[in-house]
């Protein structure tokens, strides 16, 4: 246990180090190359004065990620120890396709000049091939498991090959949400961070190291992405930060065979994503009727005067209560 634990606080630690080291050569690289962020015109317009923040500081901590990851298999392998990290690394694989993804988008966005780059159609399309992807490896690899245990109760369901539609349509839900989240300075980080310091926790409580080593990769990731991304920004991680974040923490839920704890601790993402959801329909249905006064939420409450530091605040515990909640909910 004490090797363990020193292995994850190791982890934590070198990526760190790396994402660090790594923000700021990006930010250096994309300054002088004076290319960053341009802001849509309907967005708030006190936001208009980070046009120009460099983006894809994603890179950083996916490279981080994968120097270390590589390290990690590359001596399992020489020790002969690979099966039980497999679901691992399709997960580390699937969430780094999405973060591709997000690349694709950010580069997209460079080369117009504008704050759009793939379609909406585009993304939602390369999302949903992507998960299917992941959950038919993970099942055919047998890291799928349909039933499903329902929180707070002693009943457990076996979804069958229905389980698989309601996964696909959960991961993409999740992935989006944490794009959607994506909004302000040091929000989706600090976010994030509050979830791998639960998959830390989970991973030392039930001896599951696969679960800790993600908490750990989070950890170090998002604490050296926030020295730079903490307001003012530095450098924005862009899609490719946030839907790589996004798929690996609902990857890692599917890896725990805990779909619906997952749909609980992923509260915060799920909640920004709906708030967009619901923004849109109203706006067409309803002869362009509001419900919030601007989506997704955190913009909300900008609007009603928070400032960033606030906004941040208050979403990070509300962050911290899901986890809470997720976890009351595997003991009782």
């Known amino acids: 246990m004490e090797y363990f634990t020193m292995e994850i606080v190791g982890m934590v630690l070198v990526v760190l180090g790396i994402t660090a080291i790594s923000e700021y050569l990006l930010i250096k690289l994309f300054r002088a190359r004076q290319v960053g962020q341009y802001i849509r015109e309907e967005g708030p317009e006190w936001h208009r004065s980070k046009a120009g923040t460099p983006i894809m500081g994603g890179l950083g901590f996916i490279l981080a990620t994968l120097i ?34 997000g690349f694709v988008d950010d580069y997209a966005k460079l080369v117009k000049k504008e704050n759009e780059g793939l379609s909406e159609m585009q ?11 992941f959950l038919c490896v993970m099942g055919y690899t047998g890291n ?6 329902i929180p707070f109760t002693d009943i457990s369901i076996d979804f069958g090959w229905f389980y698989y ?6 991961i993409v839900g999740v992935v989006n949400g944490s794009n959607f989240t994506d909004g302000l300075d040091g929000l989706e980080g600090s976010v994030t961070l509050v979830i791998g310091v639960f998959f830390a926790i989970y991973g030392f409580e039930y001896a599951d190291e696969r679960v800790a080593i993600v908490g750990g990769l989070l950890i170090g990731g998002c604490l050296g992405f926030l020295i730079f991304n ?26 725990m065979n805990e779909l619906i704890i997952g749909i609980i601790l992923c509260g915060v993402y799920i909640i920004e994503m709906l708030s967009s959801l619901l923004q849109r329909v109203c706006y067409k249905l309803f002869n362009k009727m509001r419900l919030f006064r601007m989506a997704p939420l955190h913009h909300h409450f900008e609007k009603c005067g928070w400032n960033e530091y606030t906004v941040v605040t208050v979403f990070s515990i509300a962050e911290a209560l899901f ?10």
């Open 230 to 255: 903490f307001h003012p920004a530095k450098i924005f991680m862009g899609d490719t930060g946030s839907l790589f974040l996004g798929a690996m923490v609902i990857g890692t839920s599917i890896v």
């Open 68 to 101: 270390v990851m590589a390290i990690f298999f590359v001596t399992l392998l020489v020790n002969g120890t690979t099966n039980y990290y497999i679901p691992l690394a399709i997960t580390l694989a699937f969430a780094v396709t999405n973060g591709a993804i």
């Open 123 to 133: 993304k939602l399309l390369l999302q949903t091939a992507v998960a299917a992807g």
């Open 165 to 170: 539609p309601i996964a696909l349509l959960v």
């Open 144 to 149: 799928i498991e349909t039933e499903q245990w």
């Open 323 to 332: 986890c809470i909640l997720a976890w009351y909910a595997l003991y009782v």
